[in-house]
């Protein structure tokens, strides 16, 4: 069945807009400070956003809210582009043209907010290029129709020549025009990105150097042997990833500078080796992302390897006024958090390696800081390349201008991991999880089966009390009778406060509440 005029115009506009972006795509790799314009207006969507709406992405996507945001921008795009080649192709050419301006002029407003004005050029390449197919098309479209008019005429088969010869031959070659442009569009991004700078390739060439103080082996009795519970440690390719870089920053180690400036007797900078020299230690510690909902997944633990931030600084010399340690990413994030939290003995971290090896790109290759006990929103600044010794009354981080809390302390939290929601049960069941309490650790934790009493665990050994605890407790289901069974768990602490079951969302300072899953007993 023949194209139609409407679907050929709409077709028209979206491999032209597919066209600019691979061009935009090719133009950005010749400049590090260059993104494409997807990029660009997912920078400003993620910063312009509500909080409401952040949190329902992650809610939603855990760390693949990124992911659906460039699916989402895609799909706009695509929408509108479709638009634009319809209205250029059947009613004004104008009217197309400026449709297709303001599609450039977005997407170059974004990029100078990041990169300055040079950071426009390539929204304004790949809007150039798909303007200029699109007159082909439609000029093309109005000789094949032997129309006179400046304006096109709207591209019906019928109107395409007598006995529809015409009409063939403006689809055949607008056809191939087409798809050669769609082919090249697809080329065009491919080589685009194969442009880019990698830092893949310096972080396969890194060599850890052995710990001077390693972390102890792990002892038997920190975990259970129990299908579906938690693992002690996290694997690197399933550790949770929430960040605001679209973008993985890409810094080659032989080229990383960490600056130390602000409230310092000294500035400092130090390049990767100068740290790899340095005398490196290795830590399990448990970080957990502000946005985790009761019961979710935005949560792991993984053995750091680095060097005590405190050492660091002491040898910068924090002066007495600051009280506020700031981490500046590659990416222009910074964060803050309190100067007490480097020297009160939870070793928090500049960080080079990740469970034996450098740090994957995404989890912030080269260096990035953890800090046990608070929320990563505040402290754990990936791709890190300054610390700066500032002020709480003179400087209000990345999230808290957003609304979220200035100072934010992990709360004690618990999780059911095993059986999952609605599972369908039977006999002896395992019920099973995790809890963490960073910085004080967990001394017990309990659980309830709808409103009967609450019945401690079985905990693990702890490994120590910046990591998260296994714990578990045999049910007996087919004793509590068949149906609809509520299962909920709380943890107490080291300080010996009880987790609290009130509900609260992440946003300002963290989730609260007990979680609990429903199960079907057979």
């Known amino acids: 069945m023949p194209l139609t005029g409407r679907i050929f115009a709409l077709i028209a506009g979206v491999v032209a807009a597919a066209l600019a972006l691979g061009v935009a795509e090719l133009v950005a790799s010749f400049s590090k400070g260059w993104t494409s ?256 909902q009761v019961g979710g997944k935005l949560a792991g633990t993984a053995t750091w390897l680095g060097t005590p931030l405190m050492s660091m600084l002491e040898e910068a010399g924090v002066q007495s006024k600051a009280d506020q340690i700031i981490g500046r990413s590659d990416d222009d994030y910074a964060c803050g958090f309190p100067v007490s939290a480097a020297n009160d003995g939870r070793e928090a971290l500049v960080v080079v390696g990740m469970n034996g090896e450098p740090l994957p790109l995404e989890h912030g290759f080269p260096v990035r800081l953890v800090v046990p006990g608070l929320y990563g929103y505040v402290s754990a600044t990936k791709w890190l390349v300054e610390l700066e010794l500032g002020r709480f009354d003179e400087f209000d981080h990345y999230w808290l201008r957003r609304g979220w809390a200035q100072k934010a302390p992990i709360k004690t939290m618990s999780r059911i991991d095993t059986p999952r929601g609605l599972a369908s049960v039977s006999g002896k069941v395992n019920i099973a999880g995790v809890a963490w309490a960073q910085t004080r650790g967990i001394d017990a934790v309990e659980v309830q089966v709808d409103d009967g009493p609450w019945r401690k665990a079985e905990l693990a050994n702890a490994l120590n009390k910046n990591t998260w605890r296994q714990w578990r407790i045999e049910w007996d289901a087919d004793k509590a009778g068949g149906g609809r069974h509520e299962i909920r768990v709380r943890a107490t602490d080291g300080s010996g406060a009880i987790q609290t079951p009130d509900r609260a969302e992440p946003i300002p300072d963290g989730a609260s509440g007990h979680h609990q899953v429903v199960v079907l007993v057979a």
């Open 37 to 292: 314009p997807v990029t660009s207006v997912g920078n400003l969507v993620i910063d312009k956003v509500p909080n409401s709406v952040k949190e329902l992405a992650i809610s939603w996507f855990d760390e693949n809210d990124k992911v659906a945001l460039q699916i989402g921008i895609g799909v706009l795009l695509a929408i509108y582009a479709a638009i634009v080649g319809w209205v250029m192709l059947r009613l004004s050419r104008a009217v197309g043209l400026v449709g297709i301006m303001l599609f450039g002029l977005v997407g170059a407003w974004a990029a100078q907010r990041d990169g300055g004005f040079g950071a426009t050029v390539p929204s304004i390449a790949g809007t150039a290029v798909a303007a200029a197919l699109l007159v082909a098309v439609a000029e093309l479209a109005r000789r094949q129709a032997g129309a006179t008019e400046t304006e096109p005429k709207p591209v019906e088969p019928e109107s395409l020549g007598m006995m529809g010869l015409a009409r063939r031959d403006f689809i055949g070659r607008s056809g191939v025009t087409l798809a050669g442009s769609a082919a090249a569009a697809g080329g065009l991004y491919a080589v685009g990105q194969s442009r880019r700078y990698s830092a893949a390739s310096s972080r396969a060439e890194v060599v850890l150097p052995s710990a001077a103080d390693a972390a102890p082996r792990i002892p038997a009795g920190t975990s259970f042997d129990v299908e579906g519970i938690t693992p002690l440690i996290t694997p690197n390719d399933t550790f949770y990833r929430v960040d605001t870089a679209i973008d993985i920053p890409q810094i080659a180690a032989d080229q990383y500078e960490l600056k130390i400036t602000g409230y310092v007797d000294e500035e400092r900078s130090y390049s990767f080796d100068d740290l790899l020299d340095r005398e490196l230690v290795e830590r399990d510690i448990t970080i957990t992302c502000v946005s985790n």
